[in-house]
Every structure is written in C-alpha cells, then in structure tokens.
C-alpha cells in the first residue's frame, strides 16, 4: 500500500520555475515507478513524466521536454518534478502516480499506475 501526497504548487509567471513534490508513504516506496500527470479544466488528464525505480531512466511527454525534469530521492520518500520556463498552457492539477510494473510502452496510460495523491494546482499567468 502506498499514499501518495503532492505539494509545491501555486501561481507563478510565464517564465518561472517551480518544484513539485510528492511525498510517498510505505517502506516499499523504492520499488515503484513513479509519474505525473496533468489536468486541466475541460480536459483529460495527459501523460508529463515518469521515472524508474531507481531514477537511472526518466521519460517526458513532447510538451514538456527541456523544461520539466523528474527525479527521485527513495531515502526520502519523495520524486519531484522540477518545471521551468512555465508557459500558461501548464497550467493544471498535476498529479503523481505510482506503479508496480510500467514500460516504455504503457508509461502513459493511466489505469497501469495503482496509486494517485489528491493533486496540486499549478498556475502560470501571462
């Protein structure tokens, strides 16, 4: 069992930078692959990122590679999503996820990953 709890986010301008975190519970936490997803009003929750168990890979949707970058401190029970150079288009609930088992194939699809935290609102104004 694992629970998941984000935090980090808030209003920030075009441009900026800002940390998610997602803090995990369980003693397991090491053994997951971990993601982030994105929703916003009006649409369906998208692929952002995702990280290995070990953190030695790391995989980002299109829309976001050069600017948001995933890592994972397992003694500390935490994977972040640094995002840089925010644009008004990022901005949404982000959402972390956790998975026994993903591939490069399935690392976008919602129903493999087997927990959720309750989100984080991240907004960028103009």
């Known amino acids: 069992q694992v629970q998941l709890v984000e935090s980090g986010g808030g209003l920030v301008q075009a441009g900026g930078s800002l940390r998610l975190s997602c803090a995990a519970s369980?003693?397991?936490?090491?053994?997951?692959?971990m993601g982030w997803f994105r929703q916003a009003p009006g649409k369906e929750r998208e692929f952002v990122a995702a990280?290995?168990?070990?953190?030695?890979?790391?995989y980002y949707a299109d829309s976001v590679k050069g600017r948001f970058t995933c890592s994972r401190d397992n003694a500390k029970n935490t994977v972040y999503l640094q995002m840089n150079s925010l644009k008004p288009e990022d901005t949404a609930v982000y959402y972390c996820?956790?998975?026994?088992?993903?591939?490069?194939?399935?690392?976008?699809?919602?129903?493999?990953?087997?927990?959720w935290g309750q989100g984080t609102q991240v907004t960028v104004s103009s």
């Open positions: 369980g003693r397991t936490f090491s053994s997951y692959a």
């Open positions: 996820a956790a998975a026994h088992t993903l591939t490069i194939a399935t690392m976008s699809i919602l129903d493999e990953y087997d927990y």
């Open positions: 990280i290995s168990w070990s953190g030695g890979n790391t």
